[in-house]
């Protein structure tokens, strides 16, 4: 697809003769939300993982932008805009909110992270970084540590540390694991938000979450992919009823 910001064909790993994921073909179409989901050891994080080259495939290729970056380094294909969240929250808890946005942003700006910069240099890049936490609404929490901070707000936290970057493509692991109905909803919100000039693809297992906000779903089960599409076309689809929508848990 050439609106594709992100394709994989023929993506595979195996694992000392166990294949965790085989022969998979996906299209993330820029400015969308796309969604993979299946029941546990389907094989998202890895697929996820091989996207984000922390693992190396085993076979098949990965374009992101034009560029094949199969063999790139994780770092690299950050510095192009491709960057990724993980299932457990990553961020400085010893540190303020607003310090852990300042540290993001000093990579961004290719300098290297250190904690003794002057008040000065840190200074310059306060406006930015409170611009980012208003964004995902935690500019009153500025002053907070990090480690003080409910696991909603975390979450936002590294979402503002992500967007720090500067991403084209965000890639979310399991954003609302974990939290509660009434996180869940702000965090689904804040997705909605920073998706509005970014492409999306994420690994979620709240099917309500799924259906508010993909355009596109990529059901994988046993490593391969079982359906895609759309949320009403793939939640009726007999193969996916049977392998995911009849779990409680993705």
Not at 9 to 14: C, E, I, M, N, Y
Not at 88 to 99: K, P, R, W, Y
Request: hydrophobic residues 45%; negative net charge; proline residues 3%.
């Amino acid at each position: 697809m050439s609106d594709a910001i992100l394709q994989a064909r023929g993506l595979t790993k195996t694992f000392a003769g166990f294949t965790a994921v085989e022969n998979v073909d996906l299209d993330v179409v820029c400015g969308s939300i796309h969604a993979l989901i299946g029941p546990n050891g389907a094989g998202k994080t890895t697929v996820f993982n091989l996207l984000t080259r922390f693992i190396t495939p085993t076979a098949g290729s990965i374009v992101y932008d034009g560029t094949d970056i199969t063999r790139a380094k994780p770092t690299a294909i950050a510095r192009q805009g491709m960057v990724r969240s993980f299932q457990i929250s990553a961020i400085f808890g010893h540190l303020s909110v607003l310090d852990n946005v300042r540290v993001a942003l000093q990579r961004h700006q290719g300098k290297a992270y250190h904690f003794w910069r002057s008040e000065k240099m840190l200074d310059s890049l306060t406006d930015r970084a409170m611009a980012l936490l208003d964004e995902v609404g935690l500019a009153e929490f500025a002053d907070t540590l990090g480690v003080e901070l409910a696991y909603g707000r975390k979450r936002a936290l590294e979402i503002a540390t992500t967007l720090a970057l500067d991403p084209r493509l965000m890639l979310l692991d399991e954003p609302t694991q974990g939290m509660s109905a009434e996180d869940v909803g702000k965090v689904t919100e804040l997705i909605r938000q920073v998706a509005a000039d970014r492409t999306i693809l994420m690994v979620e297992h709240n099917l309500q979450v799924v259906s508010r906000l993909a355009d596109t779903i990529t059901v994988l089960n046993r490593g391969e992919i079982l359906a895609e599409g759309p949320y009403e076309t793939v939640s009726r689809d007999p193969a996916v009823m049977e392998a995911y929508m009849g779990t409680a848990d993705a």
